[in-house]
């Protein structure tokens, strides 16, 4: 790809991306060429040294924390002076009086539909087309071929019967719980059929109907004949599909051939964390994808057990109202956009002086303007709103600061005011303590809040760095911040207004193969609160549906506002262990789990510019991580080094051990690189132990700096 400049407006502008802006993102959104770039170079330029100034602070307050807690070492912490410290330093900010967000135009997947999210790296059509069309999932599929379906012998291309027969006994009992019939099962039913568009349910001759028929919807018809019932449960349908000659069919009385579930009410297109994004070759590709998402005409073409296939986005489902009216269901997922935070910069632009121009700020322009082909078709957001996910914010001047940058981005693009939404991820130190605040600068944007404890957890690390020693990864789980923490979200949420009007979020499922502990386990996130929560794949969102209708979830919210709420001192409990008594095997137990986790993922990421996949663990389970786990287990080796825990010689001799072990996992990978016994040769092994070594130098503990160098390195 060229590496040439266009300059213009006081920019240099990458060629590919002034070309691809030019002929594929402008043309069909009013917005002139002369428009973009100047829009681009004057907001640029002028929000470049506000950028600069805030990561100045982050700087500062740092230094400043670091500073307390040298000065305080030796000292009982005394949490009133620690406080009060914060609240000097500006890093906690004094909290204002109540009030209720005032976003307007949300669509109906963030404001009545509580339901499962996908993240997906934008950088893969198949995988972003696959993630959109998550909307719609065969439960049927979705149970036969995960574990939730328990089996003694392995899952094969043969088909079981018996594991089938399991299937449809699980999705009877899912209609029982949800959809019952009077006096009736639905293992019972031996046939539906319609009359006057009304649902009417047979079983040995008798004619029944659901006991709440508010839940039938409407129907489909095939050649005249009934195809399928559309239910819906908790603001989520359910189509039961009906073809007797279908092969699943044929153990069913009823004809029943597949459950079809609203699965993934929302998808975020992801432009940070789990994409290895470092140059203009790297962003159009993004850039082009959400453009083709926007435009509903992105394909991806593949070829998959020898066969070429084809994928682009799904249609509406049309059926027929129970009013005779002809109507139809949204097709596809709200696709939502995450762009970058204030921290990096991109070559793909060059400011007047030379410089990259901030990231976030090249994101915000370049994503609305390929959103403008939405508001013009409302194939997405049928109610012309922009959705922008803004991650790794330190606060309410940060916060403060994203409002700007839309604002500016409306004034260029000719939108009008508050068009571009924004969703605020709580997974900052200093967010989480002033989040009220944050909310407050963009009362009239927010449409999202969530917890994230892989990036929280690693800001919690780099924060109190001087402090003292970490308590292990598992047990912060457990520890008092992690769940004030959690539980702060939602009651702030709460508080301003977010229940029926914006989502509330909680983290990720990370182990895509454990979906009957998912199942098992994940509603606790409709418990806490969420009325969306993050699941790795459309078979996990499939599954965590389930979990919607099991819960109102806004229901479950007028139950939480009347709890207890999280405290600010719970917030603000350092998880450090002044003295730890571990042995030397559990120390070296701990860091090679970190050390695993941190190569299995660099590799990847510098090697083949995979910014998100599934990642065996030290015992050979598959985690799908991206940035995050890279965030939270190169902060922990830090701080233990730091403190003298370990040892650099003792780490540095795990980290080769643990990159053979990474090293055969990896064997089948025809494009892998392997890391030993060359350590030196390799700029991936070198990369994962920079993140270690200079751990404790990395702004606010990121990995981007060091990732973004060594994968330029390792492409050029």
Not at 267 to 277: G, K, L, P, R
Not at 369 to 388: E, P, Q, V
Not at 402 to 408: A, V, W
Request: a positive charge.
């Amino acid at each position: 790809m060229s590496k040439k400049y266009i300059n213009t407006e006081n920019l240099s502008i990458s060629e590919n991306l002034y070309n691809f802006i030019n002929t594929e993102a402008i043309p069909g959104t009013e917005v002139t060429k002369d428009q973009f770039w100047k829009g681009l170079s004057k907001v640029g330029h002028e929000l470049n040294s506000k950028n600069i100034e805030l990561l100045r602070i982050r700087k500062k307050i740092q230094m400043d924390i670091d500073r307390w807690h040298l000065e305080n070492y030796e000292k009982e912490f005394n949490l009133n002076e620690y406080r009060g410290y914060l609240e000097k330093i500006g890093y906690l900010k004094k909290e204002g009086p109540d009030f209720i967000i005032k976003t307007k135009n949300l669509d109906q997947e963030i404001s009545s539909i509580g339901g499962p999210q996908l993240v997906v790296p934008i950088m893969n059509a198949r995988y972003a087309l696959n993630a959109a069309n998550a909307r719609w999932m065969s439960l049927y599929d979705s149970l036969y071929g995960t574990d939730v379906i328990s089996s003694e012998e392995s899952i094969s291309e043969r088909y079981d019967p018996e594991r089938g027969l399991q299937v449809i006994n699980y999705t009877k009992d899912f209609l029982d719980n949800n959809f019952k019939i009077q006096n009736l099962s639905w293992k019972k039913v031996d046939h539906i059929s319609i009359k006057d568009h009304n649902l009417v349910l047979h079983a040995n001759k008798k004619i029944t109907q659901l006991e709440d028929n508010n839940k039938y919807i409407g129907y489909r018809l095939e050649k005249q004949k009934i195809s399928g019932i559309i239910l819906k449960n908790n603001n989520l349908h359910v189509e039961i599909i009906i073809n007797p000659s279908a092969f699943s069919a044929k153990g069913d009385p009823a004809g029943i051939s597949d459950i079809i579930i609203e699965s993934a009410i929302s998808t975020i297109c992801d432009h940070e964390d789990s994409v290895a994004a470092v140059d203009a070759e790297d962003k159009i590709i993004g850039y082009r994808n959400w453009l083709g998402l926007m435009k509903k005409d992105l394909v991806a073409e593949f070829e998959k057990d020898g066969k070429k296939l084809r994928r682009k986005l799904n249609p509406n489902r049309n059926y027929i109202s129970k009013l005779g009216k002809k109507e139809n269901l949204h097709g596809r997922a709200l696709l939502l956009n995450r762009n970058v935070g204030h921290l990096m910069t991109n070559s793909a632009v060059l400011l007047q002086d030379g410089s990259e121009i901030p990231e976030g700020i090249l994101d915000a322009f370049v994503t609305s303007l390929c959103a403008i082909h939405d508001l013009k078709n409302k194939n997405n957001s049928r109610t012309g709103s922009i959705y922008i996910v803004k991650p790794k914010q330190h606060g309410p001047d940060e916060t403060s600061f994203t409002d700007l940058l839309f604002s500016k981005v409306e004034e260029v693009l000719g939108l009008k005011k508050f068009t571009i939404k924004c969703g605020i991820m709580d997974e900052e130190r200093r967010t989480t303590v002033n989040l009220k605040e944050c909310i407050r600068t963009l009362e009239d944007r927010v449409f999202f809040i969530n917890t994230g404890f892989l990036d929280r957890t690693g800001d919690e690390m780099h924060t109190s760095m001087e402090a003292g020693p970490m308590i292990k990864k598992g047990d912060m789980k457990i520890s008092a911040w992690i769940n004030a923490y959690e539980n702060n979200n939602v009651d702030v949420g709460l508080k301003c207004g977010f229940s029926g009007v914006a989502q509330i979020g909680k983290g990720m499922w990370a182990m895509p193969d454990k979906m009957s502990d998912m199942l098992k386990q994940k509603i606790n996130h409709l418990e806490a609160g969420a009325n969306c929560a993050w699941v790795p794949s459309p078979t996990a969102a499939a599954l965590h549906a389930l979990h919607y209708h099991k819960i109102n979830i806004f229901d479950k919210h007028i139950k939480l506002k009347g709890r207890q709420k999280a405290k600010l001192d719970d917030l603000l409990n350092i998880p450090i262990v002044k003295k730890p008594n571990w042995s030397v095997e559990e120390i070296n137990n701990e860091i090679s789990n970190s050390a695993q986790t941190i190569l299995g993922y660099v590799v990847r990421w510098i090697d083949q510019g995979i910014g998100c996949s599934k990642v065996p663990d030290i015992n050979n389970i598959g985690l799908m991580e991206d940035r995050a786990t890279l965030r939270i287990s190169s902060q922990q080796i830090t701080n233990w080094l730091y403190h003298g825990i370990c040892s650099r010689k003792q780490v540095l001799e795990i980290m080769k051990k643990m990159a053979k072990v990474v090293d055969d996992q990896n064997r089948n990978d025809k494009l892998y690189q392997k890391m030993s016994p060359n350590y030196d040769r390799s700029i991936a092994f070198k990369t994962a132990c920079e993140l270690v070594f200079q751990g404790k130098d990395q702004p606010s503990g990121y990995t981007e700096p060091l990732l973004h160098l060594n994968r330029l390195i390792k492409k050029n």
